[in-house]
């Protein structure tokens, strides 16, 4: 795929599939993606393309009197007949989206309606996603802010049983972002954009470490789109503050493109790596204390910042496999089940029994790894060597006025220190925080993260 074609989103949803160098076969299901100025009117025509008859608009309290609205006066224009339910106002309070959120989707939904077009961002899309996957209707999106890239995904980020989890769904059949909307949509949304695609400059040296350590799959070419996205996206950041058009659509552009990059591959790999279990982690931490989390994007742009200080260290050291069998010995079992304890509360007892499938922390498998990270150690340095100074990208987040240290919003040096190093136990995927515990370097990074904060 050629450059100029990467942001041409008619032939993306148009193009099939793509027959991988990297061996796979890359598609996306998404049959409409539609980005620019004055997009909203085209409405209509691209529900008529699916054959819509009768849409049943979502939208929250917030975003129906900004986007909803017109949504509603230009299928009117077009004689759609639809039927609309819009979340109440909790005082200040965000849209928690939780499962009595899905559910009252699910009960307000008219079944004379064919598919589920949800208007908003985040909160909004996820549990709209959610709430037509258990309908079992198609959903489509009118998105109100370029906040987030999860758009396009199958995935949903749901609050369940006191926690933030990641929930399998089906991805919308279309997705339309109408640029002058977006413009207008608060401030802190159009940053979070910002901090989600800056993530990339973490996470594609991660997926490519990861492949080399684990054996996982890797896609160049996928990579080099993410990373063009991500480019692209953080070109807007000097005109964000004055909401300029040409910005807003640079960085919706960047989101929509990483998540079609990440069904390419079928992983968040991608587009999402330690920076993100920064995010993850705050979030669970907020939960579990009874207090409100932040937007995910502003933790992540936070994470970015922390993430690229501890690439630059790392790829100073030169590790050895005396220090990382010391560190194998001195594991504790107890005192890593206390601190997941004092940490997420309730919900460490799932990230404990996780490690009976995964067995991360097993000495043999933990040596196997260390081995191979000792091997390659000129290689992954190279890769390290390939994300931006953390001064330089700081620097590019701080033009458009968002905060990049977590003292800015409410979290001190101790919640950095326990994100990070309980980052490893919540999912998965091998993170490099996974790769500084392997060799023995945990203590020493967690000292380096408080100051970070
Ligand atoms: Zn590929
Ligand atoms: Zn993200």
């Known amino acids: 795929m050629k450059k100029a074609e990467i942001f041409d989103f008619e032939k993306l949803t148009t193009s099939g599939e793509i027959d991988c160098a990297c061996g796979q076969k890359h598609s996306t299901d998404m049959k409409i993606l539609t980005v620019g100025r004055g997009v909203i009117e085209q409405l209509p025509d691209a529900l008529r393309k699916l054959n819509v008859r009768q849409p049943m608009i979502v939208s929250g309290p917030f975003s129906f009197p900004a986007v909803g609205k017109k949504v509603c006066a230009v299928l009117d224009e077009a004689d759609f007949v639809y039927s609309v339910f819009v979340f109440e106002r909790n005082g200040a309070k965000k849209l928690q989206p939780n499962e009595e959120a899905v559910a009252e989707i699910v009960k307000n939904y008219d079944p004379a309606c064919d598919i589920l077009l949800s208007v908003g961002s985040g909160s909004i899309g996820d549990v709209c996603k959610a709430a037509a996957t ?4 198609p959903q489509f999106t009118v998105g109100s802010a370029p906040s987030m890239d999860g758009y396009t995904s199958a995935s949903a980020s749901l609050e369940l049983n006191n926690t933030k989890a990641t929930v399998n769904v089906n991805a919308p059949v279309g997705v339309l972002c109408d640029v002058e909307f977006m413009a207008q949509a608060p401030m802190r949304l ?22 080399i350590i684990t054996g996982e799959h890797y896609c160049p070419d996928t990579a080099d789109m993410v990373k063009l996205c991500c480019e692209r996206s953080l070109s807007g950041a000097p005109g964000i503050p004055a909401r300029s058009l040409d910005s807003v659509q640079a960085v919706i552009e960047g989101l929509l493109l990483s998540g079609v990059c990440m069904s390419y591959v079928n992983s968040s790999r991608p587009a999402s790596g330690l920076e993100h279990y920064f995010s993850h982690c705050w979030e669970m931490m907020a939960i579990a204390r009874g207090q409100e989390y932040d937007l ?60 009976d499938t995964l067995c991360k922390n097993d000495e043999t498998r933990r040596m196997q790894r260390v081995d191979r990270i000792l091997e390659n150690w000129d290689t992954l340095v190279k890769i390290l060597e390939k994300a931006p100074d953390p001064e330089e990208l700081e620097a ?28 490893r136990d919540t999912r998965d995927k091998y993170l490099t925080s996974s790769l500084i515990w392997d060799i023995g370097y945990m203590d020493e990074f967690e000292a380096f993260v408080k100051g970070l904060a």
């Open 134 to 137: 258990e309908l079992n209707v």
């Open 296 to 355: 995910h994007g502003i933790y992540v742009g936070i994470g970015t910042v922390i993430t690229l200080n501890i690439f630059k260290k790392l790829r100073q050291l030169q590790p050895d496999r005396t220090r990382a069998e010391e560190a194998a010995a001195a594991f504790s079992r107890g005192a890593w089940e206390a601190r997941l304890r004092r940490v997420f509360k309730g919900t460490a007892e799932s990230f404990i029994s996780l490690e």
């Open 396 to 423: 590019v987040l701080r033009r458009s006025g968002m905060p990049t240290r977590a003292s800015e919003i409410g979290l001190g040096a101790d919640d950095v220190a326990d994100a990070f190093v309980c980052s």
């Open 190 to 211: 159009l940053w979070a954009g910002l901090g989600d695609m800056a993530a990339k400059t973490c996470s594609l040296c991660e997926w490519e470490m990861a492949s």
